[in-house]
């Protein structure tokens, strides 16, 4: 199958501190990892993706790490700021000629100020 | 550069009715795929389309259509709405290379009520 298994679902923390959102996918032909943070009422943005070839990446405070053996891909991130506050998505998609993104539950992410 | 932009933003209908929302792609891309988002969830893919043909789908049942148009715009139809219809419908576009499409960028959806 093509489930994606998301945890938390929720996640407080202090301004300043880290976070780390963690999925796991059954499909071994996954080759393709994005994460989407959506605010309240509005559209999923891609805020980092990581490809199968590669173990981890990272943009500013955000870094994704994948872990092909174990099936599971991170998202951690650094010095939070309230403004991070948001749902945040993980998603696979199967490798050449797979068209669709799988989607986790999502976690609620609350950076206290 | 222009992003994905979608019509209308909400929409009201009863059940069994037949409802059509729209989805311009962002500047440069010719690959569309439509998700619905329940309250609470992640979106679930619903269709891809490719040069105006649809070439993927999810588990949807076929009362759930589509359309693309030689500009890459993008039509989903639903007939026979039911109540578990309702949600947020999300159009994602994305530049196809080669036998894979790459990186998906959301519209901001439009919200679907059936009463």
């Known amino acids: ?113 | 550069e222009t992003g994905v932009t979608q019509s209308p933003t909400h929409l009201i209908k009863t059940r069994g009715q037949q409802v059509t929302l729209r989805c311009s792609s962002q500047s440069g891309h010719n690959t569309v795929s439509w998700y619905q988002q329940a309250l609470g969830q992640g979106p679930q893919f619903i269709f891809q389309y490719y040069r105006e043909e649809e070439n993927g789908r999810g588990n949807f049942p076929p009362r759930f259509s589509g359309l693309q148009f030689p500009n890459y715009s993008s039509e989903l139809n639903v007939n026979a709405l039911e109540l578990d219809d309702s949600a947020l419908y999300l159009c994602a576009s994305s530049p196809q290379r080669g036998l894979s499409t790459d990186t998906q960028y959301f519209g901001p959806g439009t919200r679907l009520t059936v009463l």
């Open chain 1, 1 to 113: 199958g093509e489930n994606v298994e998301q945890h938390p679902s929720t996640l407080s923390v202090q301004e300043g501190d880290s976070a780390v959102i963690k999925c796991t996918y059954s499909d071994s032909a996954s080759n393709y990892f994005p994460w989407y943070k959506q605010e309240l009422g509005k559209r999923p943005q891609l805020i980092i993706d990581i490809r199968s070839n590669v173990g981890e990446k990272k943009d500013q405070r955000i870094a994704v790490t994948l872990n092909k053996t174990a099936k599971h891909f991170s998202l951690h991130i650094t010095e939070t700021q309230p403004e991070d506050s948001a749902v945040y998505f993980c998603a696979q998609r199967k490798g050449a000629g797979s068209y669709q993104l799988t989607f986790g539950k999502g976690t609620k992410l609350s950076v206290i100020p």
